[in-house]
């Protein structure tokens, strides 16, 4: 499973069952629900780790809202799900390049965050 968060909505993806696609799934709003909704969505899934899109500037240095992408991690973490951060940039701009702008951009972009994660785990 993979998110692109944002401070506004939250992109979900997760794997076809080979774990070798990733799929856009869903996208949340960032609200008081979205911790309980990614932690049912994990469970029904049977997903064993979460991997969240670690945003930076061009610089390689944390974007403003990488401050509390950390804190959700966090929370994610205190309860007792795996998370693990990976690289993304513009990822919601690529998303867009590819589909248009859609009411599953989000989830477009953390597809990718996703594709990328397991690209870099099979080399």
Do not use: C
């Not at 990733?22 to 309980?36: C, M």
Request: aromatic residues 6%; charged residues 30%; hydrophobic residues 40%.
């Amino acid at each position: 499973m993979a998110i692109d968060y944002g401070t506004k909505r939250v992109g979900i993806a997760s794997t076809d069952d080979s774990g070798s696609f990733a799929l856009p799934r869903a996208v949340w709003e960032n609200d008081a629900d979205l911790i309980g909704k990614i932690i049912k969505f994990k469970n029904e899934e049977k997903i064993d780790l979460i991997v969240v899109g670690e945003s930076r500037n061009y610089k390689g240095e944390p974007n403003p809202v990488m401050n509390e992408a950390e804190k959700f991690r966090s929370e994610l973490e205190s309860l007792e799900a795996k998370t693990v951060l990976h690289p993304e940039v513009l990822t919601t701009m690529e998303a867009r390049q590819i589909q248009g702008e859609t009411l599953m951009t989000d989830a477009s972009a953390a597809a990718l965050i996703l594709k990328s994660y397991i690209d870099s785990i099979k080399r």
